[in-house]
């Protein structure tokens, strides 16, 4: 296994490499001057000048690109244009926020995901397949800033049993810090449960008709045992790497998540960075998001080695 990480070393990096060149020169083509946003529409040319000069941002892109590359290297993220604050700071802020929205609503989709998919996979009854075949049609099909604003209309608004927003105290008093983490985490896992469960029952249907099954069946095994442990094991490598997928989207979802329940995490972030034009604070972010989703991915199949000795072979 150490031996396979260490051949997807190289090719991680990359990867971070090509991400951090088309982030830093996609966010120059964009339209909007940063030292213009901070001076304000009233200033001078002398004073946009001036500030541009201070950012650094009248020298050439690839010295611009060189330098902010060298302080990602040497862990110098540089300092926010509109926040004034170190981004490490800000980052490690409102990281914690954001970690633990993902980790409430990834909890929340593999755990539906996975009745809903064993229960599609695995129900012969026509209209229960229909029934639950629509709902997870309709998991993925409605934004989550639908979902959320309906989500805050019925439980916040209506009913008022839920607070509308913010992040409470989180798990330092769980029962409340539970409240405010519930409808966030439900909006943002809804498409993510939805689509494992799709391709949970698929593979479920596969697995079950393949010769081992029909074998297993014909020796006498009893069905728990066959399901859990010939079916279920075969079943979940395709579901385990689109989980991986899975995940990068969900943490873009958290992005709209956390703008609709004024959660202050690092969608949050993103959005003031974007908005604000701040160069540096949009590229270490999203330089952050493309990590992640590498390590989530090389993680994935680690697990799916872990899960299919026929993958381990593969890879040895």
Do not use: C
């Not at 060298?70 to 802020?93: C, F, M, N, R, W």
């Not at 209506?158 to 029962?175: A, Q």
């Not at 045992?225 to 490598?237: D, G, S």
């Not at 958290?254 to 202050?264: D, S």
């Amino acid at each position: 296994m150490l031996r396979y990480l260490l051949r997807r070393l190289p090719a991680a990096l990359v990867v971070l490499l090509a991400a951090s060149l088309a982030i830093f020169f996609l966010l120059r083509l964009s339209s909007g001057d940063p030292a213009a946003t901070l001076a304000g529409p009233d200033a001078s040319d002398e004073t946009v000048a001036a500030i541009r000069s201070s950012l650094g941002l009248d020298e050439p892109l690839i010295t611009q690109y060189l330098i902010w590359l060298k302080g990602v290297v040497t862990g110098d993220l540089g300092t926010s244009y509109i926040l004034h604050a170190p981004i490490a700071q800000l980052i490690g802020e409102s990281l914690g926020n954001t970690v633990l929205l993902a980790a409430g609503a990834l909890l929340l989709a593999v755990v539906g995901g996975s009745m809903l998919g064993y229960l599609m996979g695995t129900v012969r009854n026509r209209a229960v397949q229909n029934v639950l075949g629509a709902l997870t049609s309709l998991g993925v099909a409605v934004p989550t800033y639908v979902t959320g604003v309906l989500l805050i209309l019925v439980f916040a608004v209506t009913y008022r049993v839920l607070p509308s927003g913010g992040v409470g105290p989180g798990l330092s008093d769980f029962e409340i810090g539970v409240q405010y983490l519930l409808m966030p985490a439900v909006a943002l896992s809804l498409p993510t449960g939805a689509t494992l469960a799709r391709f949970l029952a698929a593979s479920l249907r596969h697995t079950l008709d393949q010769d081992f099954v029909q074998t297993g069946i014909a020796k006498g095994l009893r069905r728990r045992r066959l399901m859990t442990a010939h079916v279920v094991p075969n079943a979940l490598p395709p579901v385990t790497t689109v989980l991986g997928i899975q995940i990068g989207q969900l943490l873009g979802g958290a992005i709209i998540v956390e703008t609709i329940f004024a959660w202050p995490g690092v969608g949050q972030l993103l959005l003031q960075a974007v908005t604000g034009r701040d160069y540096l604070l949009t590229q270490d972010l999203l330089l952050i998001a493309v990590a992640v989703f590498i390590v989530v991915q090389i993680a994935t199949d680690v697990i799916d080695a872990a899960i299919d000795p026929r993958i381990r072979m593969e890879r040895a």
